[in-house]
């Protein structure tokens, strides 16, 4: 894909190397404007899906299960759904029948406490990091996003809101910077 945009843009899967090489040749590639290509390996899930995480003030609020069933296009805002348009993965792509995002109740899983550690490490906030396993159970953590995004329906549904959590949390910081002594 090209080195711009998130919402997984531009992302193609190709079955083997001279497929990749007829894209890159063709007319249909996309040139990034700074002259960057990523390619990434394909990591084959034994679901059709990713698992997205998301922190604020550096802890756990929620987890949700992102169905990859159409494609890789997996941004969970309103503002990043792309109607009719398909992400080229492939032709016979099945409906979805489920809702797309779901919050996982009660998730709970060890690399949880890795990414609290890595963004405390960092200094990050908040983040969506997202993670995906493949049939051996490896897992493979592919996207740390700091200007994270949430899905309304599945917020709704779970009861769970993260921009009110943001809100919350920077009130907190807030009322921390307004407790420091002057100088």
């Known amino acids: 894909k090209h080195n711009r945009a998130g919402k997984g843009l531009g992302v193609r899967l190709f079955d083997d190397v001279a497929a990749l090489e007829r894209y890159v040749d063709g007319d249909a590639f996309e040139a990034p404007v700074d002259g960057v290509t990523l ?5 084959e899930a034994p679901e059709p899906f990713i698992t997205r995480v998301e922190f604020i003030g550096g802890k756990l609020l929620y987890a949700v299960r992102v169905d990859t069933s159409l494609g890789f296009e997996l941004c969970p805002a309103d503002a990043c759904q792309i ?38 490490d960092n200094d990050i906030g908040i983040a ?50 307004g407790r420091r002594p002057s100088r």
């Open 39 to 43: 390619v990434q390996q394909y990591v």
């Open 83 to 120: 109607g009719d348009l398909a992400c080229p993965v492939g032709e016979n792509v099945a409906a979805v029948s489920s809702p797309r995002f779901r919050i996982i109740d009660g998730f709970s899983h060890p690399v949880v406490d890795r990414y609290q550690r890595f963004l405390a």
């Open 128 to 177: 969506g990091i997202e993670f995906i396993a493949d049939r051996e159970g490896d897992l493979y953590t592919y996207d740390v996003n700091t200007n994270t995004n949430y899905n309304p329906d599945a917020e709704r549904e779970a009861g769970i809101f993260g921009m009110r959590a943001i809100a919350a949390y920077l009130g907190d910081e807030l009322r921390a910077l």
